[in-house]
């Protein structure tokens, strides 16, 4: 396991943002953690992280405890925070050598700069980069080391389409290399395009955890839907909870009336039906 | 993996003090107004309180010392309060913390870069002194080294602990110079500070900058020795452990929240 937590809770004074939360990301995975705003995703990354002290539970990351902040685990641990900053008149190639620096086998900066998609951009200040290209950037600063685990924290908010798509091309391209990913997103879509395993968190716990294809379908949160159009052609939708059975007397019935059920469809819910129907 | 990778050793801690440090170096100079601000202001104040005094050698007397002090103060001081406060504002400290860069290294070579332009300073307005000024070579280096890394120590922790107090970059100009501006005025880098009216003498008496201008007259022009200074040199360094106390009790690595 890269990351491993159990029963973490985070409190800042009366505020409980974190209230029991548990899971596990398995080596080379890319695990989504979704949910609204203030829901405690970033409380719980930046607790695995090693920026902030959990006030209970367990938890280990790359087999160390991060709030002991050792030096061997940021060595091996990349992360694109939601917002940080960089010097402002370095130029984007020297501030990837000076990171390089830090590391004992970084990445090579030339390799970095084309997976981040700065090209060109290279002898660029940082002052005179777009938002996009900063974020760019802040994927290149989290590569250098060469980590084996990369905490996204919210990796493409702001982007426009086609920018995220290029995050996107990049956090597969991570994946593609074995390295275990953490991400955190508002975007469904995101998560649904990335993530092996999605958990979907709100007021601090885990509501619902499992493959984005496969999250609602069985746990009993949202239903399936079957749509048909009977006899007079009239459109009707029916939610269940056993396809099984209500489609066998959906169309034994109809087979009794010498009726066709055009546009028949059995639909499972999405992940953004889930997460609506969860976090509304 | 790691079985199979040839690993390197980490780099040791004096060499990424060492690299932060010449960055550090680097992106002073090309921030031409920071420069400006932090380097050039005591030499042109420098340059025109000592025309205006060129007729009078005591002046001139008064004001080298002085405006070294001055610098001392706005070398550590005020770029520390400021750089501190936009490192942690714009989130640069926040990204270092989630390296492998160890604090300490960091945070020396933030040190070691303002006291590079303190010591840059005392190069220069000592040579312009001997040059323009009639001020002859100091009397007593030694002395002028204690006075100026005890000035160095007690600022830079002052400056660190305002850098807590101050809420965002837009108002640290405000912050600083609120007490930047009284603070040369009253501790006499003007004027001597003998000759002020009783009660801003008081004031002055409690202020460390006061009697960080005493030990640099003493060591510059005068040549009385360290032993004449000995409760300039408590005084700063009362202030200096007031200075650390706050330093590193309302650190944080991260923005203010709202």
Redesign the interface.
């Known amino acids: 396991m890269a990351i491993e937590v159990r029963g973490l809770r985070k409190s800042y004074g009366d505020n409980e943002a974190v209230r029991g939360v548990d899971f596990s990301v398995r080596r080379g995975e890319v695990y989504g953690l979704l949910g609204p705003n203030g829901a405690g995703k970033t409380s719980t990354v930046e607790i695995l ?3 902030r002290e959990r006030t209970a539970g367990e938890v280990s990351v790359l087999g160390f405890d991060p709030q002991q902040r050792p ?1 061997a685990l ?2 091996r ?1 990349g ?1 694109v ?1 939601q ?8 130029t984007v190639k ?1 501030a990837l050598e ?2 390089a ?5 970084p990445r090579d900066v030339d390799e970095v700069v084309e997976l981040a998609g700065l090209r060109g951009k290279e002898s660029a200040r940082t002052r005179t980069l777009s938002g996009g290209q900063l974020r760019r950037l802040d994927f290149a ?1 989290a590569l250098i ?1 060469d980590p ?1 685990l990369i905490f996204l924290d919210e990796p493409t908010t702001g982007f426009d389409p086609q920018a995220r798509r290029g995050a996107w091309d990049t956090i597969r391209s991570l994946k593609a290399l ?1 390295k275990t990913v953490l991400l955190t997103t508002h975007y469904l879509d995101e998560a649904q395009v990335l993530a092996d395993r999605v958990a979907i968190i709100k007021d601090g716990k885990i509501l619902v955890e499992g493959a984005p294809s496969e999250l609602g379908a069985g746990s009993g949160a949202v239903s399936y839907r079957v749509a048909w159009r009977n006899g007079s052609g009239l459109l009707n939708q029916q939610e269940t909870d056993d396809p099984t059975t209500f489609l066998h007397e959906l169309t034994a019935a109809a087979l009794a009336r010498g009726e066709k059920l055009d546009s028949l469809s059995v639909t499972r819910p999405t992940l953004e039906d889930v997460y609506m129907e969860l976090t509304a | 993996m790691s079985a199979l990778t040839a690993t390197h050793p980490a780099p040791s801690f004096a060499t990424l003090a060492w690299r932060q440090y010449r960055l550090e170096r680097r992106m002073f100079w090309r921030n031409p107004s920071a420069a400006f601000f932090n380097f050039m202001l005591p030499l042109l104040l420098l340059a025109m309180f000592g025309a205006i005094f060129s007729s009078n050698q005591d002046d001139l007397d008064v004001i080298v010392p002085g405006i070294a002090g001055m610098s001392v103060v706005s070398t550590t001081f005020s770029a520390l309060a400021y750089n501190m406060t936009a490192m942690r504002e714009n989130g640069v400290m926040k990204r270092m913390r989630g390296t492998p860069m160890p604090s300490g290294a960091y945070l020396l070579a933030i040190a070691g870069h303002s006291v590079t332009n303190t010591a840059l300073q005392m190069v220069l307005i000592i040579g312009s002194g001997k040059l323009f000024f009639g001020v002859d070579w100091p009397p007593q280096p030694v002395e002028l080294l204690l006075f100026v890394l005890l000035g160095v120590v007690c600022f830079a922790s002052l400056g660190v602990a305002l850098s807590h107090v101050i809420p965002n970059n837009e108002s640290a100009p405000a912050y600083v110079n609120a007490i930047f501006l009284p603070l040369i005025i009253v501790s006499g880098v003007f004027y001597d500070a003998a000759d002020v009216p009783s009660f801003l003498a008081g004031i002055a008496q409690a202020l460390p900058l006061t009697h960080l201008i005493d030990g640099l007259s003493a060591a510059m022009v005068t040549g009385s020795g360290i032993d004449d200074q000995i409760s300039s040199i408590g005084v700063i360094v009362a202030w200096t452990v007031f200075g650390v106390a706050f330093a590193i009790r309302g650190f944080s690595w991260e923005a203010r929240r709202n």
């Open positions: 992280e090693g920026y030096r940021r060595e641990v992360i925070l917002s940080s900053g960089i010097y402002r008149h370095v020297e000076h990171f620096g830090f590391y004992p086998d600063l080391g084996e074995g």
